[in-house]
């Protein structure tokens, strides 16, 4: 596992794997399954799972859950891609959820 190296990391919440980093928040105004959630443009340590559309409240999305690829947690999903123009520059990034990381080196 590759270990982020900075001030402000994100850690999965059950196994403390770093995920990301708060450098790379473009967003703290999104809605996961449950709360709060966080778009990134960088992820690691992640494993990412079968693409899927789902309805979300923007619309129609192709997404792909992410998981720790350390402890197998979901932790959120990637945009793979957005069919309203003015969801495209989702499109190659990621939402974690705020109840899924935790904050190291704070």
């Not at 980093?21 to 709060?36: E, T, V, Y």
């Amino acid at each position: 596992m590759a270990e982020l190296v900075g001030p402000r990391v994100y850690s999965c919440c059950h196994c403390r794997n770093h995920v990301c980093l708060h450098d790379d928040i473009i967003s703290k105004a999104f809605q996961g399954r449950n709360g709060r959630a966080f778009l990134f443009s960088h992820a690691m340590n992640i494993a990412v799972g079968p693409k899927e559309d789902r309805h979300l409240m923007t619309g129609l999305h192709t997404v792909a859950d992410i998981y720790c690829r350390d402890c197998r947690e979901v932790l959120g999903w990637k945009y793979e891609r957005a069919y309203e123009a003015s969801q495209r520059y989702k499109e190659g990034k990621f939402i974690f959820e705020k109840a899924k990381i935790v904050k190291e080196n704070w």
